[in-house]
Every structure is written in structure tokens, then in C-alpha cells.
């Protein structure tokens, strides 16, 4: 079992920046890859951004790639999300979720076997 809890959410005006962490514990964090994922009200969870189990591997929405950086630090057991000019459409709860790293395919949320519980990110325009 691997237990994740995200913070550093919170309400942002547009144009500003968060940085949310994922901090694991239970396992030994190197032997999975981690994603964020976001939901907005109404809406499905989507995914926004994934990193192998070293760090030496990122992969983005296409609608996210240069304003949001994924990155782990594997001696913290932690994984972040710098989240850069952010826009009111980015608004929704995000959720890091955890994998072994020896799955292999797309970043698909049934491929995600621990979830954290979320954390809110709101930015008003």
C-alpha cells in the first residue's frame, strides 16, 4: 500500500503561480510512477502529468505543456506540481495517484492503483 496526501492548494488570482506536493509513504516511493490528475465541478477527471520513477521521464497534457512542470524528489518521498500562469479554466480539485513503475501503457486513470485524497486549486479571474 502506498498512502499519498497532496497540499499547497488554494485560491490564486490568473497570472499566478501554486506548487502542490504529493507525499508518499508506506512504500518505497522509487518503484512508482506518479501522475496528477484534476476534476473540475461537473466535469471528468482528466489527466494533467506523469513521472517515471526516476524522474527522468515527463509526460503533459498537450493543452498544459509550458505552464505546468511535474518533478520528484525521490529522497522526499515527494512528487510536485509547479503550476505557472494560471487561468480560471484551471480551477478543479487535483489528485496525485501513484503506479508501479513496471506498468507499462498510457497514463490512464485505471492505471493508477493509490489516490490521494485531493486538494483544491480555485483562481479567480
Known amino acids: 500500500q502506498v498512502q499519498l496526501v497532496e497540499s499547497g492548494g488554494g485560491l490564486v488570482q490568473a497570472g499566478g503561480s501554486l506548487r502542490l506536493s504529493c507525499a508518499a509513504s508506506?512504500?518505497?516511493?522509487?518503484?512508482?510512477?506518479i501522475g496528477w490528475f484534476r476534476q473540475a465541478p461537473g466535469k471528468d477527471r482528466d489527466f494533467v502529468a506523469a513521472?517515471?520513477?526516476?524522474?527522468?521521464?515527463?509526460w503533459y497534457a498537450d493543452s498544459l505543456k509550458g505552464r505546468f512542470t511535474i518533478s520528484r524528489d525521490n529522497a522526499k518521498n515527494t512528487a510536485y506540481l509547479l503550476m505557472n500562469s494560471l487561468k480560471p479554466e484551471d480551477t478543479a480539485v487535483y489528485y496525485c495517484?501513484?503506479?508501479?513503475?513496471?506498468?507499462?501503457?498510457?497514463?490512464?486513470?485505471?492505471?493508477?492503483?493509490?489516490w490521494g485524497q485531493g486538494t483544491q486549486v480555485t483562481v479567480s479571474s
Open positions: 495517484a501513484a503506479r508501479s513503475h513496471l506498468y507499462r501503457g498510457g497514463y490512464s486513470i485505471p492505471s493508477f492503483d493509490y
Open positions: 513521472i517515471n520513477w526516476s524522474g527522468g521521464s515527463t
Open positions: 508506506g512504500r518505497t516511493f522509487s518503484d512508482y510512477d
